[in-house]
């Protein structure tokens, strides 16, 4: 993990090693396999009835492409593409749709993946329009969460790391759309 990595005008810091993430992606796996197995015996997942992974682009797709790895389940991967940042550092509050979601939800075991929930608005506007297609079950799971920035009550049922409120980049999260390839996550070095 390099020491230092500079991208556009600002300096990042190692945060979380690569070797981190794949032990904490091997117990969400792990944790959301058990927990499908054990609750939904009445409808359980099967080949016919498969888990919904809904993976929100594009800070996503690196966590769930190794996240899917471990899940011992029949799994569907969607994606939807969200936006709510708009270059700086810092949310506009504003959520956008840029790509629309093509599958039907009705009936559904859902799973939105995450890659990081910040104020929570992001998560609480798809789960409010989600909801309204009524799944069969709504769940979340969130590499990473801010807990002192949340700006809306919204739950999230699995989460890897709990991180300080500091606007962090790698392993598919962005700093005006770079960084994203980055294997480790690393954090705005504000010295
Ligand atoms: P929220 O709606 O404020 O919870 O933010 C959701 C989205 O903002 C995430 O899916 C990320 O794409 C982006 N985001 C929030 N915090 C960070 C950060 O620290 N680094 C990079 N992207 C972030
Ligand atoms: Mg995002």
Not at 35 to 48: L, M
Not at 129 to 148: A, D, F, G, M, N
């Amino acid at each position: 993990m390099p020491t230092k990595v500079h991208i556009h005008d600002k300096q990042f810091v190692p945060f979380i090693p690569a070797e981190k993430l794949h032990k904490k992606n091997q117990e969400l796996g792990r944790e959301i396999s058990e927990h499908y197995r054990a609750i939904h015996s009445e409808a359980p997942i099967t080949d016919q009835n498969p888990l919904l992974l809904i993976s929100v682009l594009k800070g996503s797709f690196v966590f769930l492409a190794d996240l899917i790895r471990h899940i011992d389940l029949p799994v569907e991967v969607e994606f939807i593409g969200l936006s709510s940042y708009h270059g700086a550092t810092e949310t506009t509050g504003v959520v956008q749709e840029t790509i629309p979601l093509r599958q039907t939800i009705h009936g559904r075991h859902i799973l939105v993946t995450e890659d990081i929930v910040d104020s929570g608005l992001s998560l609480r506007y798809l789960k409010d329009s989600l909801i309204k297609e009524s799944p069969l079950s709504l769940h979340t799971v969130s590499l990473l969460r801010k807990p002192e920035a949340l700006k809306v009550d919204v739950t999230v049922d699995f989460v890897g790391f709990d991180i300080e409120n500091k606007f962090v980049v790698g392993y598919g999260l962005d700093y005006q759309e770079l960084g994203r390839g980055l294997d480790g996550i690393y954090v705005l070095d504000e010295a």
